[in-house]
């Protein structure tokens, strides 16, 4: 091995750079090339006086350790913060509704956790209580199934498309009837296998298998930094010792010649034996023309926008204390999320004020997303307005956008993450591919990912 070279400068080839100078000798040549002219790529921390805003993800699972070794790797463990606990709700048709407490990403924990919530009528609330009790006669599948049919068998359609869908939604911003089950939450089905059907399986998940549980702990299960997520891809650019840096560098195709690849780039070539790709699936098929371009065809990205709203605190009168609310596709309003920053993550706002960070775009209706940073923003305020009294204007509003966003995770995703990386291995020996496309959208999927790929590069000399 002669040299590395890393497409992409987000938190995934930043990590790839980072772990490449710990694990690989010292007379490899790393380079990375980022097309735009800033580091970091989804992660982006808009700072304005006191507030910092995130424009792209806020939080990490904390449960998911991948990301918490990175940031005492870099000596940023001391800026580690959790996020505030507090009822969260769902806006249905006819208004907001606690989310039942002792439930997991919708799915109860108890049998009575829906007892006395108002999203389901006594007759609902009834057949589910059944279902959880005498479980339908459905086996456990024993190939990748969707998640949505493997949940409506289980514990019915109203919970799933008022509860479940709003919830993984906001997380996977795609089509819970065509997600992959095995790649999204296997815990369900094992837990299912283990102890013969979902409720006993989901009675007995370990605590860190747990994800989003409501009304269960007084620490929250997310965690961010103080100074915002920003910090953590600058301290790793700074970190960044035998790494060749090159902005502004938009790599339009890859070559093979002997030996390894070379990259036409608009500042140039590069020569590389080894390869690195944290780019959109959309790219690896321009680049790679040799590989399933079926699969990476398919995996077109959901866009969504977020905006975010500054308040002075007696502008703005909030439905409810609490974390904020996801969105029923019943609901009838355009947005799909809101976050109470302020309440969620009160280190990242002064007293005084309200912060509140808006989510739009749903997976066949993103059009939003295309839409002016100003009908957005009116967009918001008059969905938000139903919901709450507004009244005077933002005095800051932060309008961002993901148009390369988050990537369908369909069934059978996994096996066919694995067939690509085999045949990667026969047509593009020495090019890695990592990012929120292949092993989880998460960012600490995504370094464990890399991670763990660099390491084997090393072992193979």
């Known amino acids: 091995m002669r040299n ?21 000798p010292e007379d490899v040549t790393i380079k990375l090339v980022e097309t735009s002219g800033r580091l970091g790529g ?15 993800p806020d939080s990490y699972v904390f449960r998911k350790t991948a990301m918490t070794d990175l940031i005492h790797d870099v000596g940023l463990g001391d800026e580690i913060v959790r996020n505030g606990v507090g009822q969260a709700y769902v806006l249905h048709h006819d208004g907001l509704h606690p989310i039942p407490k002792q439930t997991v990403m919708g799915i109860p924990l108890d049998v009575d956790a829906f007892k006395d919530t108002t999203l389901l009528s006594e007759e609902e609330h009834a057949a589910l209580r059944t279902m959880l009790l005498s479980p339908p006669d459905v086996e456990a599948p024993k190939t990748d199934v969707s998640l949505g049919l493997y949940l409506r068998e289980r514990v019915g359609d109203p919970i799933v498309d008022r509860l479940i869908e709003p919830l993984l939604s906001g997380i996977y911003a795609g089509d819970i009837d065509k997600m992959s089950a095995l790649s999204t939450f296997p815990q369900f089905i094992e837990g299912e296998k283990k102890y013969g059907n979902l409720y006993e399986g989901m009675r007995h998940l370990r605590p860190e298998q747990r994800v989003a549980e409501v009304g269960a702990k007084k620490v929250g299960q997310f ?5 915002g997520l920003k910090s953590l891809t600058d301290r790793l650019a700074e970190r960044l010792e035998r790494t060749e840096i090159v902005l502004n560098c938009s790599v339009e195709q890859v070559e093979e010649i002997e030996g390894g690849y070379r990259l036409l780039t608009n500042r140039g070539d590069i020569e590389s034996d080894h390869l690195i790709l944290t780019v959109p699936p959309r790219l690896i098929r321009q680049f790679l023309p040799k590989v399933d371009s079926d699969f990476l065809a398919d995996m077109k990205p959901h866009a969504t926008a977020t905006c975010s709203l500054v308040f002075k605190q007696g502008d703005i009168k909030l439905p409810f204390v609490g974390t904020g609310f996801v969105t029923s596709q019943e609901a009838g309003v355009t947005i799909t999320a809101c976050t109470f920053i302020d309440q969620k993550w009160p280190h990242a706002v002064p007293e005084g004020y309200h912060v509140l960070r ?17 009908e957005i923003v009116a967009t918001a305020l008059r969905d938000l307005g139903g919901l709450m009294t507004i009244k005077a204007s933002p005095i800051e509003t932060v309008v961002s956008r993901l148009r390369d966003g988050l990537p369908p995770y369909a069934v ?33 999927d995504c370094i464990k990912s890399v991670h763990e790929q660099i390491k084997a590069l090393a072992k193979e000399g």
């Not at 739009?360 to 100003?374: F, K, N, W």
């Open 4 to 24: 590395v070279t890393i497409v992409g400068g987000g938190i995934t080839g930043l990590t790839a750079a980072f772990y490449a100078e710990r694990y690989l």
């Open 412 to 444: 059978f995703h996994s096996d066919r993450v694995r067939a690509l990386r085999a045949e990667m291995g026969r047509v593009y020996p020495g090019i890695l591919l990592a990012g929120i496309a292949y092993d989880g959208i998460g960012m600490p």
């Open 358 to 374: 808006v989510f739009l775009g749903r997976p066949g209706a993103d059009d939003i997303v295309d839409a002016s940073d100003e």
């Open 42 to 56: 989804k992660i982006d921390t808009f700072e304005t006086g006191e507030f910092a805003v995130e424009r792209g």
């Open 223 to 227: 965690a961010s930094l103080k100074r």
